[in-house]
C-alpha cells in the first residue's frame, strides 16, 4: 500500500520528506496550507489525526504522527536501517537522547518565541529568558556537531534529520552566524539532493 505524508506546509513535515527521499521510499503527498492570518494548520488536518498537526504519515492503515516516532517507524520498516546506529553501542544512546531533544527539549523556547512574537510589548518580561534558552540550546547543538558535520559517526543518522529543522530554526534567525559548525550543518543537508527534491515535492519552504 501506498505510504502517505500529511504535509504543511513550513512544518517540521519537511524532514520526512527529506528521510524519505534518502531512502529512496515511494511515497504520496497530501498538501496542507497554513491560515495566512493565524499561521495555524487548517481544520482539514483534524480530520486525519485529533491532534490537528503534522507531520502526520499513514501506511497500511495505519496513522502515525510525532516526527520522532515517525523518523523511528520508516527507519525500521521502509528501508532506513542505516540511519540508527546499532543496539548496545554508545552511538545508539547518543541517537535516542538527540532524537528526544530535538522535539523535548529545543523546540520548546523555539515555539514559545514563535507565541510571545505575536504579544507584542506583553511579552517583554519572558523574552530575555527565551532568548537566553535559545542561544543554550544552540550552543549545545553546535557543540554535538562532530569533525565530519554530522551529529553521530561519519554519516547521516536519524539524529541528523530530526536536528534539521531546529537548525534551520537557528540559520532563519541569524544565530548561526556564531556557530559555525551548525552553519555549515544546514549548508550540507540542503545541498544533498535528496533534500532539493524534497524541497521541490514539498513546495515553497521558508527555512531553505
Known amino acids: 500500500m501506498t505510504l502517505i505524508v500529511h504535509h504543511l506546509n513550513n512544518s517540521r513535515s519537511q524532514r520526512i520528506l527529506w528521510l524519505l527521499e534518502e531512502i529512496g521510499r515511494p511515497y504520496e503527498i497530501r498538501h496542507y496550507q497554513r491560515d495566512a492570518v ?18 502526520v504519515i499513514e501506511d497500511n492503515g495505519r496513522v502515525i504522527c510525532e516526527s520522532g516516532a515517525i523518523t523511528e517507524y520508516i527507519c525500521e520498516r521502509h528501508g532506513g536501517e542505516a540511519f540508527v546506529p546499532t543496539r548496545g553501542t554508545d552511538d545508539h544512546v547518543r541517537h535516542m537522547e538527540l532524537i528526544h531533544f530535538a522535539e523535548g527539549s529545543v523546540m520548546t523556547p523555539i515555539l514559545l518565541g514563535l507565541y510571545a512574537g505575536r504579544l507584542g510589548e506583553a511579552a517583554a518580561p519572558i523574552l530575555p529568558r527565551i532568548d537566553e534558552q535559545l542561544n543554550s540550546h544552540f550552543d549545545y547543538m553546535e557543540s554535538q556537531l562532530n569533525g565530519s558535520g554530522h551529529f553521530i559517526g561519519s554519516s547521516l543518522s536519524a539524529a541528523d534529520f530530526m536536528l534539521s529543522f531546529p537548525a534551520e530554526v537557528a540559520a532563519m534567525q541569524g544565530r548561526t552566524a556564531t556557530r559555525p559548525k551548525l552553519d555549515a550543518f544546514v549548508k550540507m543537508i540542503h545541498a544533498r539532493p535528496a533534500w532539493q527534491r524534497a524541497l521541490e515535492k514539498g513546495g515553497p519552504y521558508n527555512f531553505a
Open 38 to 55: 493565524t499561521n495555524l494548520a487548517p481544520p482539514e488536518l483534524a480530520a486525519v489525526h485529533p491532534l490537528g498537526k503534522s507531520p
